[in-house]
């Protein structure tokens, strides 16, 4: 591809709104995490940041930053879902375990840096693409690393045959018929993120999700649709990996085709099978932006006093694109008034800017 052609793929943006069920329910995470997180050292909940020119820009009473770049010694929100779902593992163990896992940075390294602490071994898969200081970060965790020249789709399967064949734990978030619990546990761990916000900021409207396979965005759904409030949720990808959009088309998770990006944690095939059916209900659109975007909105953010890589600003990316479509606004019931929370799920530590 041209360089012009590679511009003009990377400033894409679009908006596809959903209209969700309004009876579905789910239960809510249990609290459990919540528990468990407070009583590792260095637990703290993460900042939020107000952001009263970017309101202004946007038309909305308030826009908020939740800020992850600094998350239980690690940068980005994956510590809250593998430190739970790897004490759920080793818990009561007397013997090492040897977990495994595919990432395609931040997950990997989050179930490196606890299995270490825990006292456990970590094998990480990770796909093409994954750049070289992510790879040195795991490494650093203690953890083996096997580099795949091959897709993230791929090294998931990979790891889940060396679990099968060599008697070691899988610890992947996403799940699949037949594995499901610990990807629900890691989903679970993650409603430590929405349960701080609900005692941070009164009566969120809109939350914003950066979005990959979909785990994290399982959980804010179970999380406010559990809660039966109005608060809306909405979803952004790439544009080069957008997989929710042609699932909704095609009422069923689908693989694509996806290109290059440097938010690089959300470029995945398909939605995981564990999160379609919330994901499918409950809503309430999805945002493509391009890479282009993305580092403009984390040049802003930075401007602001927000550290976040292109994946963390995709959200403030996915809220223009948004705010820029005609009728999106009104479909998220968004005004003066409304109080807006951007997710920022990663600084620019795990995902430096070009």
Known sequence: MSNDASRSTSSVSSWVPRHRDQQWRTPRAHGAAREFHQTLEGYEPTRVVDLPSLAKELGVGRVIAKDESSRLGLPSFKALG??????RVVEGSDETLSLVTA?????????????RMFGHRAEIYVPAGVREWAMVAIEDEGAQ????DKTYEVAVQRAAVAAAEQGRVLVQ???????TKIPQDIIDGYDTLFTEIDEQVADADLVIVPTGVGSLLHAALTHYRGAGTDTRVIAVQPEVAANLAPSFAADRPVIVQTGETLMAGLNTHTPSWLSWPIIRATLDGVAHVGDDAAVQAARDLAELGVDAGPCGAASLAGL??????PGALEHLGLDETSTVVLLITEGTETNPLP
């Open 82 to 87: 593998a430190s739970w779902a790897v004490h």
């Open 103 to 115: 990432t395609d940075g931040n997950h990997g390294r989050a179930v490196a840096h606890f299995a």
């Open 145 to 148: 690393l096997i580099q795949l």
């Open 173 to 179: 978030d996403a799940g699949w018929p037949g594995y």
């Open 320 to 325: 223009r694109a948004a705010a820029a479509s």
